[in-house]
């Protein structure tokens, strides 16, 4: 089997995302920017606490808090987080968001290459096989998560790697290199994402279970050695899967123990109570989030499906099993639109088996499947080039300045949040959450006018002409996605952050810095606070957030530093930001920011807070969950 093709697809794939993602979706979202802050514990501490600031993360004794996130995509940006650190050495001020982008953007090229191989491993010719791998990263709405700070990308290329493996060792040409690949990725997707162990054991068990498949010339021979060594050949193979398996499920569940105290226990309280019926129509047929509308290329897995069946039972079943295994789970789940996020984001995990199943589909079958796997490819690239071009963050950050809307009963049944009832009866649903449930705002639609809009030039896009209305009142300082929201359309392409940054970007690794510093003033650890604010100080793009100039002001206070804390808040953007006005009031400053009627309430909070060992950030929490705050 030549190795060109599936290459051949990697790279063609590789070029292609570099020329068509917008960097300006990674590191905006609080879900994917608290991996992150794990990510900078890890890298710069040998750690894993993040600070309190994320809600959904569970608190720990001593100040900190952890992700409840799978770390294993923490692990893997460790790599970008050490690059970012020698980069501001070498350019200080520059953007670390080109490095970061590098992760999703390989780990959906080898997912190409991965699939590409698996298929013509199966049979598939070089055209086919390499049209199955382009059509996983492109025909889908995987193509929407190559500039993510989501683990979308590298949950599909662990996937298919994890099938290549299995094709590999049941097509008779794997060993031990494979087992061990299999296991590798096996236990890397659980590390990234605890609910994948559903999806990879159906196909670890087809690695290991029955009479692997002859595919290639020398099968006879192949056949009578195994039948001299039969003793040996198997066990060895799967030995080799499982010792790779169980060494990263091993450190998965010390992870989960460390951190919540038992299996499973990053979404305590979360539960599967989502009509099950209407989860999966809704992720497969409906306008919003279904799958068909988002990657349709799939309409022809069924089709593949039988024919790998009369091939290889085991292979055939283990591959529906892996991916029924996430789809009845998912539609269940209580937020299973997967929120902030372009097409059924939860469903990642079924698109390579799906798309592979596919692709043999077009490989095998006539003149009539081909022209239906090239129309239907060609739509799923129209359709997800929106997802590019615009990214799901821009979307969600416009539709939130948006009041919430009347949504029908029907339509709201089984919603468990981000719904309420007014006075008068009327049932509202918050604006980002009718992007998953109301058809006039299907985000394919509101892409492409959101694109329209920013080819216009419109500062401030909105769409007053839907049923219900979108109408967005704009804030004064817009945070960065709803900031590239509302800029001009520039094509997106990497390292354009290197040259000249676009409206909106951010800076992972400061953001996560900036974590790890509110983080070691609520664990007293003031000297690593004031080294952290010194670096975000220095020339960045988060050198404009008073929380630096507080942060670094308020460590050296502790420290016995009281002038250098005064210099360090002159260079404060906003002289009257809060945690500014409580650093310098416990300096001897005054309160003149504040209202006169307010100023001897505040002092007292202000000391009440010091008297209590209440650090700078967590005063701050405590006074933004205050009403009217």
């Known amino acids: 089997m030549s190795g060109r093709t599936p290459r051949a697809a990697a790279l063609a794939a590789l070029l292609l995302l570099l020329a068509t993602t917008d960097e300006r979706s990674f590191g905006v979202i609080p879900d994917g920017r608290e991996v992150l802050s794990a990510a900078a514990a890890m890298a710069h501490f040998g750690e894993i606490g993040i600070s309190r600031d994320w809600t959904n993360a569970p608190p720990r004794p001593g100040g900190d808090a952890v992700s409840r996130f799978g770390l294993g995509l923490s692990l893997l940006e460790t790599a970008p987080m050490t690059l970012s650190r020698l ?41 086919a096989a390499a049209g199955t791998g382009l059509a996983l990263v492109f025909s889908t709405f995987l193509w929407g998560y190559a500039g993510s700070d989501y683990s979308e990308a590298v949950q599909a290329g662990l996937l298919s790697l994890l099938l290549l493996a299995v094709v590999e060792l049941r097509s008779g040409g794997g060993g031990r290199r494979w087992a061990i690949a299999a296991g590798l990725a096996a236990g890397g997707a659980v590390l990234v994402k605890s609910l994948l162990v559903v999806a990879v054991l159906p196909l670890l068990a087809a690695a290991v279970v029955g009479r692997p498949v002859e595919t290639d010339e020398s099968s006879k021979a192949k056949r009578s050695a195994r039948r001299r060594g039969a003793a040996g050949a198997v066990p060895p193979t799967a ?63 069924p089709a593949g499906f039988l024919r790998l069946f009369r091939r290889d039972r085991r292979l055939a079943l283990a591959i529906a099993a892996s991916a029924v295994a996430i789809l009845l789970p998912v539609s269940a789940w209580w937020a299973w639109d997967g929120q902030a996020g372009w097409g059924p984001r939860l ?72 719904i309420w009832r007014r006075s008068d009866g009327t049932l509202l649903a918050s604006a980002p959450h009718h992007l998953s449930l109301t058809p006039a705002w299907s985000p394919v639609r509101l892409h492409a006018r959101l694109l329209a809009a920013r080819l216009r030039g419109e500062p401030r896009p909105g769409f007053p002409d839907l049923d219900p209305p979108f109408r967005t009142a704009w804030p004064e300082r817009p945070a960065p996605a709803l900031a590239a929201a509302g800029s001009p359309f520039a094509w997106p392409f990497w390292g354009r952050a290197f040259l000249a940054p676009q409206p909106g970007t951010a800076d992972p690794w400061r953001g996560a810095l900036l ?48 002038d250098e804390a005064r210099a360090l808040l002159e260079k404060s953007p906003e002289p009257c930001h809060p945690w500014v006005v409580h650093v310098r009031f416990l300096l001897g400053g005054g309160l003149d920011c504040v209202p006169e009627a307010e100023r001897e309430g505040a002092g007292r909070g202000i000391e009440s807070a010091r008297a209590s060992g209440l650090s700078l950030p967590a005063w701050g929490r405590v006074v933004s969950r205050r009403p009217g705050a």
């Open 87 to 127: 980069l501001a050495v070498a350019a200080p001020g520059a953007f670390s968001t080109p490095l970061f982008v590098l992760l999703p953007i390989g780990a959906l090229a080898a997912a190409a290459w991965a699939l590409a191989r698996a298929a013509l491993r199966l049979g598939a010719s070089p055209l």
């Open 239 to 301: 030995l080799a899967i499982l010792v790779s398996f169980s060494g990263l499920l091993a450190i998965w569940a010390l992870f989960e123990l460390v951190r919540f105290g038992k299996l499973f226990g990053g979404y305590g309280g979360e539960t599967f109570v989502y009509p099950l019926l209407t989860g999966l129509l809704r992720l497969t047929l409906l306008p919003n989030k279904g799958l068909l509308v988002y990657a349709p290329v799939v309409l022809l897995a």
């Open 347 to 418: 469903l990642v995990p079924l698109l390579p088996p799906l798309v592979l199943l596919a692709g043999l589909a077009v490989a095998e079958g006539g003149a009539a499947h081909r022209v239906a796997g090239a129309a239907l490819a060609a739509a799923g690239v129209g359709v997800n080039l929106l997802g590019a071009l615009v990214p799901f963050p821009q979307l969600y950050a416009l539709s939130s300045l948006v009041e919430p809307q009347p949504v029908p009963e029907g339509r709201a049944e089984g919603t468990p949040y981000e």
């Open 515 to 562: 974590d790890q510093a509110v983080r070691a003033l609520d664990l007293k650890r003031s000297e690593r606070a004031a080294s952290l604010a010194a670096r975000l100080t220095a020339p960045s793009p988060v050198a404009t957030d008073p929380r630096v100039a507080a942060i670094g002001a308020e460590a050296v206070r502790l420290l016995g530093r009281p």
